[in-house]
């Protein structure tokens, strides 16, 4: 085989380039080939400096995650590093694009890097579970501060190159287009300097202080991680040990986060999320894309305004339209809010709001969209109200045009029939608030043209939210598989449990709330028949007193001013009521029960679904319920977490003590340990 590093002698410099596409991962391959390279270049006495560099798209994004978890191959990237960081030849870094995880890695043993404007540097291996293993929690501090090393690791997000130049990461910004002159010249200068700058033989001043204060700030989103936490730790060790006690010490805590759950659930994501972009039928190569330069969207509400400002902050003119001028006025008024407030706090750029805003045409009427690319409708959830929407929007919109509906339950098909272009029509189920939520559900209908499909997922990508294709079903997806939880937690709380311990289990399993404080959220009186003396349920006894929810100050919980909830005294009256009067029991329900009969009857639905054809993938499911619904990340969405984490066969064996109807495919793979597919 041949290998994708390869070495090229500029006289007395020795350029080393990995061409491994598609991102110049740090596979067993390339790790050869630079072990090969860095050992030519020392041995050879005509060579007195290296460059290593990348050809294609990017420096080396990272180690070959692939790769993890499998018997080891070839040269360890430890070994490489030490190496290249014992050369008494300097090394330079050449830098383009993404150096991520083992690719910053890379860089940092190198003695100097450059790197052009557009690159940028980073070490995002805790948003994958990991930490920088190769050293890079030992060299990151030495160079750039305790404070600012806590930053990279235990959040992950990477730096543009000319902040990492401030602050010691880069030498030199070199020019965008001539990155490898720029390197072997820059090599040159420096190729005579004695001593060899090793950050290894640097030492990093103790900060508590910030460390302290990193914690209090970012206590929140690492609640339930384990990586976040060894990074910050390997940081402090690096303040206060030698070097190689420290490589010690971030080896410990590296195997340790490998050989957890928590990586593989998050690696487990990481491939989940691309994957979820293809099309099993659809092949992005010789799938023509239709052009999408203006988009309408039908409803000012909460949800179009959301919809809308994601294309806005893409760039593409949104056309509004709204029945009355007030809540037009409404709607827009919001969004801007929703810019200025966001520049105010530096999330973008302080002239953003003015070119979002400036792309959006309001309008009264629905004739406006005649010249849109794809028109999406955010009405009012009402199977009649969107047919007859459609078959308006057929008689305006330009021929291609793409026309979706933003429903989160209804029929697509039934929607699409009443249009003469059935295979123009699509779901896109965006999530509440649609400008911040990741996720878009895809809704494919039977007779949806698989280039819609393509364009869709294509243009999902460019508004930067994970797309998930869908069939048709009450649901799709996500709030299909919501329904049966919220069922069983009904029914818990007729059997005895309280809504606390119901959302408590869920809040401790990583939950961001549980399905009371979701149902008070969106509001107990949703889908309530409106009429005080027909008490059916629990929630209809709640709304019939009007503890319509958080809105309301009162719901399942009670709410101040500041919507902070408490247990209800009144609540738990009317649940203990609405009990006696149906002579159920009251019993002792423990926690474990709560996650048999509300966890596992979501991953008895996802099996469902996907029997059905109704979603591509198990991976798929658990991306929806990642992102739509702050499933826990470290827990890898319902079915890994069944899977990986429980076991398909205790899985089985829970639904059936609780006596559900266990899906056939979910018996099967439980029964011959295969995966769900
Ligand atoms: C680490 O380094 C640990 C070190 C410890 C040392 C002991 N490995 O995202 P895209 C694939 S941990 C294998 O669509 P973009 C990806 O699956 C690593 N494969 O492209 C996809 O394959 P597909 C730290 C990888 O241009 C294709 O490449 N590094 C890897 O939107 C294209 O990817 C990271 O966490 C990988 N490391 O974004 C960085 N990376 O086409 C992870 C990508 O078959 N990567 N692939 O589906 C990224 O953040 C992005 O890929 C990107 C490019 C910003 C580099």
């Given at each position: 085989m041949t290998s994708p590093v390869r070495f090229e002698r500029h006289d007395d410099v020795l350029v080393i380039i990995s061409d491994s596409p598609p991102v110049n991962a740090l596979g067993a391959g390339v790790r050869d080939g630079l072990n090969e390279g860095v050992s030519m270049g020392i041995n050879d006495p005509a060579i007195k400096a290296m460059v290593i560099r990348c050809d294609g798209k990017t420096f080396f994004a990272g180690a070959d995650i692939t790769e993890f978890g499998k018997p080891p191959k070839g040269a360890s990237l430890q070994d490489v590093i030490v190496m290249m960081d014992s050369s008494e030849k300097p090394i330079v870094a050449a830098i383009h694009g993404t150096a991520l995880g083992g690719g910053c890695e890379v860089a940092l043993a190198c003695h100097y890097r450059v790197a052009v404007p557009s690159a940028v540097m980073g070490l995002p291996e805790v948003k994958l579970g990991?930490?920088?293993?190769?050293?890079g929690t030992q060299r990151l501090p030495r160079i750039v501060g305790v404070k600012a090393a806590i930053e990279m690791v235990a959040i992950g997000d990477p730096i543009p190159a000319k902040k990492a130049a401030e602050v010691g990461l880069v030498d030199r910004v070199v020019g965008e287009d001539s990155l490898e002159a720029d390197a072997i010249a820059f090599a040159r200068e420096i190729a005579?300097?004695?001593?060899i700058p090793r950050v290894r033989d640097k030492t990093v001043a103790p900060d508590p202080q910030a460390v302290e204060e990193f914690k209090k700030k970012h206590g929140r989103r690492m609640r339930g991680f384990d990586a976040p936490a060894a990074n910050i730790a390997c940081v402090v060790a690096a303040s206060e040990l030698p070097f190689d006690e420290g490589l010690k010490f971030e080896r410990t805590e590296f195997v340790k986060l490998m050989e957890g759950t928590q990586s593989a659930a998050q690696r487990h994501l990481f491939f989940a999320e691309r994957q979820a972009a293809k099309i099993d039928d659809v092949d992005p190569k010789t799938t023509q894309l239709r052009p999408i330069n203006k988009v309408g969207v039908i409803g000012a509400g909460t949800m179009g305004g959301g919809i809308s400002m994601n294309f806005l902050s893409a760039g593409i003119a949104v056309t509004i339209v709204e029945m009355q001028q007030d809540a037009l006025d409404r709607g827009t008024g919001v969004m801007r809010k929703n810019y200025e407030a966001s520049a105010a706090k530096g999330r973008i750029k302080p002239d953003a709001p003015e070119k979002a805003m400036g792309l959006l045409t309001p309008t009264l009427s629905l004739d406006d969209l005649a010249d849109c690319d794809l028109i999406i409708e955010a009405v009012y959830e009402n199977m009649d109200v969107k047919k007859e929407l459609f078959t308006k929007l057929d008689a305006i919109a330009k021929p291609g045009a793409i026309l979706a509906s933003n429903t989160s339950y209804l029929n697509v098909d039934e929607i699409a029939a009443v249009t003469k272009r059935p295979e123009d029509v699509v779901g896109m189920h965006f999530f509440s608030p649609a400008n911040v939520m990741r996720l878009l559900e895809v809704v494919r209908g039977e007779k949806t043209a698989k280039d819609v499909l393509a364009t869709v997922m294509a243009l999902a990508k460019k508004i930067k939210k994970v797309a998930v294709v869908a069939g048709v079903c009450h649901g799709f997806i996500g709030n299909r598989m919501l329904s049966p939880r919220q069922i069983e937690a009904n029914k818990l709380l007729m059997e005895g449990a309280t809504p606390q311990q119901i959302d408590k289990v869920h809040t401790d399993f990583g939950?961001?709330?549980g399905p009371f404080q979701m149902a008070d959220l969106a509001g107990v009186?949703?889908?309530?028949?409106?009429?005080?003396?027909?008490?059916?349920?629990i929630r209809d006894a709640l709304a019939a007193e009007g503890r319509w929810g958080q809105k309301k100050g009162a719901g399942y919980y009670d709410y101040d001013e500041k919507r902070n909830a408490t247990p209800s005294p009144r609540a738990l009256e009317i649940i203990e009521e609405f009990r006696a009067k149906s002579n159920l029991p009251k019993r002792e329900i423990t926690d474990q029960e709560i996650v048999e009969r509300t966890l596992y009857p979501m991953v008895n639905e996802g099996a469902l679904i996907l029997e059905e054809g109704k979603?591509?993938?198990?991976s798929d499911v658990d991306v929806v319920w990642i992102m739509g619904y702050g499933w826990p990340v470290y827990r890898g969405g319902p079915m890994f977490w069944a899977q990986n984490e429980v076991g398909l066969k205790k899985v089985v064996e829970g639904l059936e003590k609780h006596k559900f109807k266990v899906a056939e495919s979910l018996k099967t793979a439980a029964e011959s340990g295969s995966a769900l597919k």
């Open positions: 990991l930490l920088p293993g190769a050293g005579d300097k004695k001593p939950m961001p709330m009186d949703i889908g309530w028949h409106r009429d005080p003396s027909r008490i059916e349920s979603a591509q993938r198990a």
